[in-house]
């Protein structure tokens, strides 16, 4: 298993940018072959894909999303890092970071909700 954990603000306001962070344990984020995910599921609907970095640091998003969305990492804190400009409440959702190994998102952590509300 491979434990990953989600850290972010919480509440955030509209036009702001949303920040957050999943810190990575068990496995360094550069080792060959693995793609860090983000991905988000707003209240009432199904999970979108926000955008992955790979082991190389090679980063793809969704394109519905790729103006906005902005995925980084400290290989140094074994951490890797999601921004999200110009949100809206619409953006309000649990956003999870996500390992893929081999095509498949086999490690998951436990989400973190952003609201975002004047």
């Known amino acids: 298993q491979v434990p990953l954990k989600e850290s972010g603000p919480g509440l955030v306001k509209p036009s702001q940018t949303v920040s957050l962070r999943c810190t990575v344990s068990?496995?360094?984020?550069?080792?060959?072959?693995?793609?860090w995910n983000w991905i988000r599921q707003p209240p009432g609907k199904g999970p979108e894909w926000m955008g992955l970095?790979?082991?190389?640091?090679?980063?793809m998003y969704n394109p519905s999303l790729k103006n906005r969305t902005s995925i980084s990492w400290d290989t140094s804190k074994n951490q890797f890092s999601l921004d999200l400009l110009s949100v809206t409440p619409e953006d309000t959702a649990v956003y999870y970071c996500?390992?893929?190994?081999?095509?498949?998102?086999?490690?998951w952590g436990q989400g973190t909700q952003v609201t975002v509300s004047s």
């Open positions: 970095i790979l082991y190389d640091g090679r980063t």
């Open positions: 996500a390992r893929m190994s081999r095509s498949t998102l086999d490690a």
């Open positions: 068990g496995v360094s984020i550069t080792s060959n072959g693995f793609a």
